[in-house]
């Protein structure tokens, strides 16, 4: 092994460890905000494609700049878009369900129709016309 060669592991000190570190974390939540700056302006159903053109091109072209200025600008609704979207999603997920469901009901009836024709208190006949009326609703 050559003596210029040197050991980067023990030349390396704790501190410049720590630094490299901090500014990877800095540089990693600086494109995770740039990304969410970016996908909060293409699904704002609110602002026209030429807002949607400048503030992107705004974004990518002075990121420091244009990422600030939109979070001063339109930082308070990115939060309530957010939720916006949280409770459409959550509205559609309980309408499938309960159409989902729906089907659940004809399963029901038919076995509240098989009890009464068990006991007695509907006749066969009653029972497959009562049968055919929920199977076709």
Request: charge should be neutral.
């Amino acid at each position: 092994m050559n003596e210029s060669m040197v050991n980067l592991a023990v030349d390396y000190p704790l501190l410049n460890m720590f630094w490299t570190m901090m500014m990877i974390f800095l540089w990693v939540l600086w494109f995770m905000l740039l990304f969410r700056i970016i996908g909060d302006i293409f699904r704002d159903d609110g602002l026209g494609g030429w807002g949607k053109a400048g503030w992107t091109v705004f974004v990518i072209l002075l990121p420091f700049l244009g990422v600030f200025v939109y979070l001063i600008a339109r930082g308070r609704g990115m939060g309530e878009r957010e939720l916006l979207r949280a409770q459409r999603a959550e509205e559609d997920f309980r309408s499938y369900v309960k159409q989902s469901a729906g089907s659940g009901n004809a399963s029901e009836e038919l076995a509240r129709l098989a009890e009464l024709k068990n006991r007695g208190d509907i006749s066969a006949a009653e029972f497959e016309q009562a049968k055919a009326k929920v199977l076709a609703g």
